[in-house]
């Protein structure tokens, strides 16, 4: 799956789509394929200031817990309540109803350190 | 980190490259853990049939007169009476009770099949050798025979029309010797998923081109190939006990729940007399099944409480299709935490989860 064109991208394999003050985080396809089957996702409550690139919840597949890292710092204003009953929407479709929480950003700035879609892949297919 | 060039690779190590499995350092092997996905391919075990390689585990053989009479006093379970081409599990256990390793016994023709965890391979390979006796021969045959499971509903319609054995006569837990696509085999009714299914000791060379045919000619039937992550699920859901998990060196048979393995009329064999004290006393520390409250999965290590005090920790844990989707567990907990319907917390992340112990296995087929 190519990475969509109008998101940016962390390191740590997370999305963030910028839709004005706030972004909308999720994984990338890559990281749900080397997760494998997810069983539950654990989020940031509602109201919680979150720091970029901090760790803010776990992503749990069948085998394996992996830490999650947001790739923008803010305000947690909502979460994708979702995923509680159906957690297997993130291997499904990771940069749609796979969402994973929405911030209010803190500091656009922030947005500098993130990677293009082209220089994500890079990453991705090393 | 282990370079991946430091592993041995089995008979099949291109075969899962060329099919795009997901390879992991096991037991001193690179092993698939996963080909489509863990839970398609548990899917595929419990509804049709999933073909996995476990030519990581070691097979040692056994011949001479007195090799039954000589295991029995290194083993828990009944040796010698074993009819011939009938497999029994058994676990070799240390002076202290705990388990070296747990093992099938496979009485061939003229020798005996010892399968052991490859994880335990040498330290097996070395405890026999240690008490060998002059006139039993071991021959190790790790890495050099390969060894194919076929498990699940579909297995036997699967396998007949390739093999010169009439499944219909091997029974659960027996074997027969005779070939899979022309090439000799041992056909053992055995497996670790808790379905119907079978176990193809071949020779390395051979492999490959039984793993492909089946492949081939069953893919339309659902056949599929299948990781260790599969089978990780599979066993727990059948509560069948892992090597490392649910017994150890100090975790004992008794403690794990295998009292129906050890045979205490045997007059003498090792751990023997630590395994009737410990049976006796009844205070020891035991394997139960745990069903998560919630949907937050217990994992290996957590800790596991009632009410306030700890009282033990999880030994294995996963998500379970076959138990409702819910999260399941082994732990090893206390005698007063044990009794089945003893509602315990499961601390996750700094917070607890209730989960109650049940009977084991959380899965069984329908016969």
Known sequence: ?126 | MTASTDLRRTALHDDHARMGARMVPFAGFLMPVQYAGVLREHDAVRHRAGLFDLSHMAQFVLEGERVAEWAETLTINAVGSMKPMQARYNIFCNAQGGAHDDTIFYRLDGRWLLVVNGANAEKMWAHLQANRADDVRLTNLHGSRALIAIQGPKSVEMLQPHTNVDLANVKYYFCAEGSVYGHPAVIARTGYTGEDGFELFVDGEHASEIWNALLRDHAQDGLEACGLGARDVLRLEAGMPLYGHELTEEITPVQAGLQWALKTAKPEFIGRNALIEQMERDDYARVVGLVMEGRVPAREGYKVFLGDREVGEVRSGSMAPSVGGKNIATALVAKDAATVGTVLAVEIRGAKHDATVVQLPFYKRAK
């Open chain 1, 1 to 126: 799956m190519a990475q969509p064109a109008d998101l940016l991208y962390s390191k740590e394999h997370e999305w963030v789509k910028i839709e004005g003050e706030t972004a909308l985080v999720g994984i990338t396809d890559y990281a749900q394929n080397s997760l494998g089957d997810i069983v539950y996702v654990e989020l940031p409550r509602v109201g919680k200031q979150i720091d970029q690139f901090g760790n803010v919840g776990v992503v749990e597949s069948v085998k394996a817990v992996s830490d999650l890292f947001t790739p923008i710092g803010g305000e947690v204003v909502e979460i994708n309540g979702a995923l509680e009953n159906d957690p297997a929407a993130v291997n499904r479709d990771p940069y749609g109803a796979g969402w994973l929480f929405k911030v209010k950003l803190t500091n656009a700035g922030e947005t500098g350190n993130l990677l293009s879609a082209a220089d994500y892949e890079k990453i991705a297919t090393e």
